[in-house]
Each structure stands twice: as C-alpha cells, then as structure tokens.
C-alpha cells in the first residue's frame, strides 16, 4: 500500500518521489510505503485546516461533540482490526495492541463529553452592574507530532481535544507507523468531519516537522517524542512565538519497600518493564529497592523472566515483541554494553536474539542489570528497551532521593503496606504520576498526563489540562451600568 496525505477531506499523492517502507519489526515482511512530503504539502494542509477553521468554530462544542461519539464507536467497531494492523506496523503484542486502541475509544468519548462542558469560570466584578466571565476560546490551526509507540492513543490524545475546543489540525505521524494514521484518517472521512478539519502529512521531522512548527498559520505544537528531538522543537517553536506543548521521555522506577508485598511488585515489574518492550516512556527502567528484600526479589524477578515468551506479538501467548527498528537495537544494545562496562552486574538477559525464529526481526532479551550504582549511564538515560537496572537503598528517604535524581519526572511507583510510607512518597516524588501499589505505566485518559523536569515543558496531554493546551482563555467583561465605569479608580 502506497500512502498518500489527507488534504483537504481528499486523499492526495504526495508530489515528492520519495518514499520509505513500512517494515514490519517482527520479521521485516515490507507492509507499504509512505511518502517523506515537503514543505509544499504542509503548506498545502495548513491552508485546507486554515480555511475550514472558522466555520468549525462556529459549530456549537455539543455539535462538534457528536462527531468524536461517532469516531469512538467507529474505534470501537473496528478494534480487533486496528489492533491486528497496530501489531503489524509497530511490535507490541496484540493484547496490548488492543489496549492502545480502547485507549483511543475512551478519548473520543471523554471528549465528546466535553463538548457540553468546555467549562469557563464566571466570578464577580469589581465594579457595581458589572459581570466578569473567563470562556476558553479556540486557538486556530494547530500542528501535532506524533511517536511510533502508542500511534493511535497520542495522536487521540493531541487531536480529540483539539478538535473538540473548534481547532483543526496538521498531524505529522511518525514514519515508522504511518498505517495507523491513514486508518484514523479514514475514520475521518467515513464520520464526515467536514473537509479541511482534520489533515495528515506524512513525512521526516526534518522536512514536514519543521515547515509545521515554521508555518505562520499554526499557533500551537503539540509534540510527543524524544528529549533530543523535543528540544528543538522547543528552540524552533520559541524562534517563532508558538505555544509548544512537549511530552518526551521518562526514566521511570518502581521503588520496592522491605513490607512489600514482594510478588505483587514481580508482577508489576515484569508487566511495566518489558510490556511494550520497554518502549513506553512511561517504562520501568529502574527498581529501587530497600537491601532487605533485594536477594528475593531478585530471585523472583528471574524466574518470571525465565517464562516470558519473545516473538511475533500477533501470537497470543507471546509476552514480549520486538523493538521497533534495527537503529533502536543498536541503541539498546550499545546502553546494555556501556552497563557491562561500569560495572553493572547482569542478571538476566543481554542479548540481541538473531537466530531462528528471530532472524528477521529486532529482537532483544528482556534484561536486568543489579548493582547498579546511581551514576551509572544505565541508571540515568532513558534507553527505550526491554533493560531495568537494579539499585538498592537503605531507606525510603533514600530511595525517593534516588528517584528524583535522574533528569526526567514522569511516572514512578512505590510498593509498601505502610500508609505512612505510601503519603510520604506521593507528596515527595516529583514525577507527574505517582502509583502505589502498581507499576509505573497505564495511566487512564481522564487524568493529566505528563511529567516534570525533563519530561516535559509544563503542559499536559489528556485530562481536562490537555484543554489548556488547545484553547485561549478569554476574559469578558460586560458592563451593564449605562455608564462609564473606571476599573481600579473611585467613580
Ligand atoms: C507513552 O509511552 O508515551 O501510561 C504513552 C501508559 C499508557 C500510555 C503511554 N497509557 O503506559
């Protein structure tokens, strides 16, 4: 399949001759191709969204609603396909699959709800026969950038609430799982969004990222991605007086008290660590823990590891896909051998599986690092991988010390039966997510989602802080008196 952009409610072929494969991670079995589109076409989305904006505007908020009701129960009809399609293109295996799927039915309806809310705030004047009101306004034409590792439930997080607020968009999916896009453009088109609304540009964040965030015409950037690739954004964006909205990366950590319940926090490891094969940025890579428990947690973690199944995620009983491409590998592999190298003690794991029946896909073994000491690169980077690094502590004033000490603040969790304990960790891990008694990934999209520190630049994806994002506030002022009232002076 040869993709083509969503302009306009059209479908069009990109005018550019290159073109790069979809590959499929877990045998590299070619599934497509997706054009790398220039500026022209950008340009070409921005002026389609730019036109239909103000009538969509003017589209009463319930009204916009219906269409997100309708594109949720089209997510909801088609799901075991989307989800089939998702394993394909991106690796995670196809019970998670279906998972990053429901999370796109719940953000349309969530949504959708909020289309008879969009709530303002009415508060007194100063001033006698005076009214005060703030009203959330849209904002325009808005640019969202979208990762390969959850390609539908980002880009329903960033596009819904657009939407809904009477935005419309520009989306540059990434080039790596480009097929979930064009289903959801479909979607689009099959719920009758009118033309212009909604636009897809297919192509390298060089080329269509840049002339997205340069473009005059859009005033919001809503990205998801990489800390290196975030942050020039951020420079481009600042450059030209956008409202930049960044969710980047995590270097997340289940913490382990010596009263956990040590089985409980196995499980919750092995889902939030190799889940995804480690390529959520909400990811376990780190499991502080009390010196107390750590032999038998240990113990514990090898074994559970010894019987998770690796391969194709389209196999029900496979636990652990691929990672997404040959450079991901690399990277992975290179942070596995600089762990070696510091002195980090493997315990399970290490390897890139090239063999039969892995000899055409981007296999690693799930991994786990103990001893870690704190400096370490394995315990400070984020390394998008099936890798958790091990670090013991002696307390748990130490073990949030220890959490709060890498550059990024997204999601951590902590296992304790101490409700002392338990407040104490939430009040002071200073990550966007807390979760006791869980691990650190599945977050619901009714709450804020995002981080502090590094993580991100203060915005929110999901929730009803993800309206902030898409929206203006506006301050009304409505002055019945009949006469001229002077603010803050005695009339
Ligand atoms: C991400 O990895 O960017 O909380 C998103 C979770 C998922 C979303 C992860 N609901 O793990």
């Given amino acids: 399949m040869k993709l083509k952009n969503f302009i306009g409610g059209k ?4 005018e550019t001759h290159q073109r790069v494969p979809i590959i499929n991670p877990a045998n590299g079995e070619v599934l497509g191709e997706v054009p790398l589109s220039t500026n022209h076409e950008v340009d070409l989305a921005v002026s389609a969204a730019k036109k239909a904006q103000k009538q969509w505007a003017l589209v009463p908020a319930p009204k916009r609603a219906e269409y997100l009701y309708e594109i949720g129960f089209k997510l909801k009809e088609k799901k075991e396909y989307l989800a089939q399609i998702l394993t394909k293109e991106m690796g995670k295996v196809i019970e998670e699959a279906r998972g990053e799927v429901q999370e796109g039915i719940d953000m349309a309806f969530y949504m959708a709800g909020e289309g008879r809310r969009l709530f303002g ?15 959330r306004s849209p904002i325009g034409v808005v640019g969202l950038i979208t990762p ?8 329903t997080w960033k596009s819904f609430p657009a939407l809904v607020a009477g935005n419309t968009f520009v989306w540059k999916p990434s080039v790596e799982t480009p097929l979930m896009a064009y289903e959801l453009g479909k979607i689009f088109e099959e719920v009758g969004l009118p033309e212009g609304v909604a636009n897809i540009v297919f192509g390298a964040g060089t080329e269509v990222g840049t002339a997205l965030i340069e473009h005059p015409e859009v ?3 809503s990205f998801t991605g990489s800390n290196a690739t975030g942050s020039k954004v951020a420079e481009l964006g ?5 409202k930049v909205s960044l969710e980047m990366g995590g270097k997340n950590a289940v913490i382990v008290m010596d009263d956990a319940d040590l089985n409980l926090a196995t499980e919750a490891i092995i889902w939030s660590a190799f889940g995804t094969a480690g390529q959520r940025c909400t990811a376990c890579s780190r499991v502080i823990v009390h010196k107390d428990v750590k032999g038998k947690l240990e113990e514990r973690l090898v074994e559970a590891i010894s ?3 690796i391969g194709d995620g389209l196999d029900p009983t496979v636990k652990v896909g691929p990672v ?19 002195g980090a003690k493997l315990l399970a794991g290490g390897n890139i599986l090239s063999t039969p029946p892995f000899e055409n896909g981007y296999y690693f073994e799930p991994t786990v690092f103990t001893d870690v000491k704190n400096e370490m690169t394995i315990a400070q980077e984020e390394i998008f991988g099936p890798v958790v690094s091990i670090i013991e502590v002696n307390s748990l004033e130490e073990a949030i010390e220890v959490n709060n000490s890498v550059k990024f603040g997204l ?3 902590i296992f304790s039966q101490d409700v002392n304990k338990i407040f104490k960790a939430q009040r002071d891990l200073d990550t966007g997510i807390v979760y006791i008694n869980a691990g650190t990934t599945g977050a619901e999209i009714h709450l804020p989602f995002g981080g502090t520190k590094g993580t991100g630049n203060g915005h929110r994806d999901s929730g009803q802080a993800a309206l902030d994002v898409y929206t203006e506030w506006k301050s009304v002022y409505v002055d019945y008196s009949g006469k001229l009232q002077r603010a803050q002076i005695d009339n």
Avoid: C
Wanted: glycine fraction near 4%.
């Fill in 121 to 135: 705030e009415t508060t007194p004047s100063e001033l006698a026969d005076k009214f005060a009101m703030s009203v």
């Fill in 324 to 342: 997404i491409n040959q450079s991901a590998l690399e990277k992975i592999d290179h942070y596995v051998q600089i762990g070696k190298q510091e």
């Fill in 307 to 309: 019987h998770l199944t």
């Fill in 238 to 242: 600042g450059r030209h007086l956008k």
């Fill in 148 to 155: 390969w590792n959850f390609p539908i439930a980002i880009a």
């Fill in 11 to 14: 479908w069009i072929e990109a």
């Fill in 219 to 221: 005033k919001v950037i």
């Fill in 411 to 413: 999601s951590s969790s």
